[in-house]
Antibody, heavy 122, light 107 residues
Framework: EVQLVESGGGLEHPGGSLRLSCAAS????????MTWVRQAPGKGLEWVSA????????YYADSVKGRFTISRDSFRNTLYLQMNSLRAEDTAVYYC???????????????WGQGTLVTVSS | EIVMTQSPATLSVSPGERVTLSCRAS??????LAWYQQKPGQAPRLLLY???TRATGIPARFSGSGSGTEFTLTISSLQSEDFAVYYC?????????FGPGTKVDVK
């Protein structure tokens, strides 16, 4: 059974840092691109970042570029999101998701984690 | 960045009705368009990609059409489990962007 379990969320002050983790199991981690999508409370979905299956290629939303870093560890089957210089507008539930390998050049998530809440407030 | 818009914002329908949701892209995205369903307290679920191809396990009552900048999601006969928010998303160019969503609720 495919499972994605996020952790690392919590309350942080503006300007602070957090590192989110997503532990993957039930599939061959190195064969799938992975992505982070966030959702502010009561709002819509926003794509945050993505990483290719081999970790070579990374992508970021303009709103987080230069502040967030996505990475993966294929030995630990874990996806990470290092979040620096946090802002109030980064407050959201952060979902980890697996690309379903439907189309080579796209990331189309077929499995999602339950999400982890990040709150940025003074 | 490609901006996605959706209409209507909210649609009130009865079970059994045919539902049509619209999505528009600010630039041509060819058929690089996906639709997602999200229920309260749950993660999104991929419904369609390539504008019209159903993802694994998605019932045939969900269908999609369109290309370029105009797209449609149709639910042929709305079931009780289909009340949710529906998002379109382009994957033609990074950053991939979502529309604001259409909420389908009970009339």
């Amino acid at each position: 059974e495919v499972q994605l379990v996020e952790s690392g969320g919590g309350l942080e002050h503006p300007g602070g840092s957090l590192r989110l983790s997503c532990a993957a199991s039930g599939f061959t981690f190195r064969r799938h691109a992975m992505t982070w999508v966030r959702q502010a409370p009561g709002k819509g979905l926003e794509w945050v970042s993505a990483i290719s299956d081999n970790g070579v290629y990374t992508y970021y939303a303009d709103s987080v570029k230069g502040r967030f870093t996505i990475s993966r560890d294929s030995f630990r089957n874990t996806l990470y999101l290092q979040m620096n210089s946090l802002r109030a507008e980064d407050t959201a539930v952060y979902y980890c998701a697996r690309d379903g390998n439907y189309i080579d050049r796209a990331i189309l998530p077929d499995y999602w984690g339950q999400g982890t809440l990040v709150t940025v407030s003074s | 960045e490609i901006v996605m818009t959706q209409s209507p914002a909210t649609l009130s329908v009865s079970p059994g009705e045919r539902v049509t949701l619209s999505c528009r892209a600010s630039q041509i995205v060819s058929s690089d368009l996906a639709w997602y369903q999200q229920k309260p307290g749950q993660a999104p679920r991929l419904l369609l990609y390539g504008a019209s191809t159903r993802a694994t396990g998605i019932p045939a009552r969900f269908s999609g059409s369109g290309s370029g900048t105009e797209f449609t999601l149709t639910i042929s006969s709305l079931q009780s489990e289909d009340f949710a928010v529906y998002y379109c998303q382009q994957f033609s160019a990074w950053p991939f962007t979502f529309g604001p969503g259409t909420k389908v609720d009970v009339k």
